[in-house]
């Protein structure tokens, strides 16, 4: 999946696949009445990034590791901020 090792790569790798799963998240609450308790899913949405980092780091990446950690953080960031700000 990734050829360099770098922590930009890691980190635009660690917000691009959250963000994508997060648009998801919010086609699904908007479709299924069933799904309108989200905090289990936006977790969901930050958790893509450990299955990021365990491949980054089997492949020896570390760089790349700590760019997907980095992101993780701001992920779980905005993840409270909306949490506490949101009602």
């Known amino acids: 999946m990734f050829k360099k090792d770098t922590v930009w ?3 635009g790798a660690g917000l ?3 963000a994508v799963a997060f648009l998801i998240v919010e086609v699904i609450k ?3 009445v069933f799904m309108q308790k989200d905090d289990l899913l ?3 949405c930050v ?5 990021l980092l365990r491949y980054a780091y089997k492949k020896e990446m570390e ?3 700590k760019g997907i950690i980095s992101a993780t953080f701001v992920c ?9 700000n949101k009602g």
């Open 9 to 11: 790569l890691g980190l």
């Open 16 to 18: 691009f696949f959250p």
């Open 30 to 32: 908007k479709n299924f």
């Open 42 to 44: 936006y977790i969901g």
């Open 47 to 51: 958790a893509i990034n450990m299955l």
């Open 63 to 65: 760089l790349t590791g």
């Open 76 to 84: 779980a960031f905005i993840f409270f901020y909306y949490k506490f």
